[in-house]
């Protein structure tokens, strides 16, 4: 009992210490855009080199095996919560 107390007692002085700071979050979203743009850009790039192709078509053969397994996971688990059967 007493490691939820504490556990909840680190959590409100985690928040509080957070809303003292007053971080704000519209910087956030520019700096991950311009990232991405960037990041984007260089990969563009390396697409029309014929050393980095095969890395950039492998790199995105991955992200689509994990996108999709992602999916299938989120599936799984809302079919759970329905009560249906899910193999394992």
Not at 52 to 59: F, K
Request: proline share 0%; net charge neutral; charged share 20%.
């Amino acid at each position: 009992m007493q490691v939820l107390q504490l556990v909840r007692c680190d959590r409100q002085q985690s928040a509080d210490s957070v809303e003292k700071v007053g971080f704000s979050d519209h910087l956030n979203s520019g700096t991950a855009t311009t990232g991405d743009r960037i990041h984007l850009g260089i990969l563009t790039i390396m697409l029309f080199q014929e050393a980095h192709r095969v890395e950039i078509l492998a790199t995105g053969v991955l992200s689509v095996l994990v996108i999709a397994a992602g999916l299938l996971v989120t599936r799984c688990r809302k079919l759970e919560r329905l009560g249906a059967v899910v193999l394992d």
